[in-house]
């Protein structure tokens, strides 16, 4: 099997609140939902991340526009008034995400 990335077969947006982080991957077609359904899991997306997330990782299906909502707790550094971060904390974790490399 191959190796590909996220990036390969959907796209992304993610947005903060406080400390919580919500990450969307919408796949182009639907042999990408099923990859994404398969391969990006909780457990995966929680590993990806590693440290930067100290909650949960909780995701949310929905196939009638072929996408996935993964909502990460504890994942900004205490969110923007706390976090010495330089990024734009939750603005840019699709990006990250998207660089994960699932089998195709």
Known sequence: MAKIRVADIAHGRSGDKGDTCNVGLVAYDD???????????????????????????????????????FVLTRALDGGGTMSLRSDHLGK?????????EIEE
Do not use: C, Q
């Open 31 to 69: 042999r990408g939902f099923e990859l994404l359904k398969r391969h990006v899991t909780e457990e995966r997306v929680k590993d990806h991340f590693g440290s930067l997330v100290k909650g949960t990782v909780s995701r949310y299906e929905m196939p009638n526009i072929k996408s996935f909502n």
């Open 92 to 100: 840019v974790m699709y990006a990250w995400l998207l660089r994960m």
